[in-house]
Structures are given as structure tokens and as C-alpha cells.
């Protein structure tokens, strides 16, 4: 029984986690910006829809994994 190893912990620590909350938290906040800008200057007709359309999602993408993050 002395050679039993110990099992690694399935869970990142708590300050790995940080990290990717921040992380989420910028990215996700960036691509909100972008999308709200890119729609203002679609509607003005200086930009095409797909930009803000990939930086929404983006941002909504960064929302729910900052949730499943946090919520551990």
C-alpha cells in the first residue's frame, strides 16, 4: 500500500481560476465593445454586420464561461 500514488486534483486551483475569470472578464468585455461600436457604425453604413455579429458572440461565449467559472 506504500506505493499508492496520490491523485491529482480535478479541479484548478483557486488562483488558476482568477486568472480565467479575468481573462473572460477582458475578453468578454472587449468583444461587448466591439460589437456595440460595430453596430452603431453598421447602422451608419461605415461597417458590414459581421463583425459586431462575431464579437457578440464572442462576448456571450465569454459570459457563460465566466459563469460555469465562477460558479465552482
Known amino acids: ?13 483557486r488562483r488558476r481560476r482568477e486568472q480565467r475569470a479575468f481573462r473572460l472578464v477582458v475578453v468578454g468585455g472587449a468583444a461587448s465593445v466591439v460589437a456595440v461600436v460595430g453596430v452603431l457604425l453598421a447602422a451608419l453604413g461605415v461597417l458590414g454586420a459581421g463583425l459586431p455579429v462575431v464579437a457578440a458572440i464572442v462576448a456571450v461565449l465569454c459570459a457563460v464561461l465566466f459563469r460555469r467559472t465562477v460558479s465552482r
Open 1 to 13: 500500500m506504500s506505493d499508492l500514488d496520490r491523485r491529482p486534483d480535478s479541479l484548478p486551483s
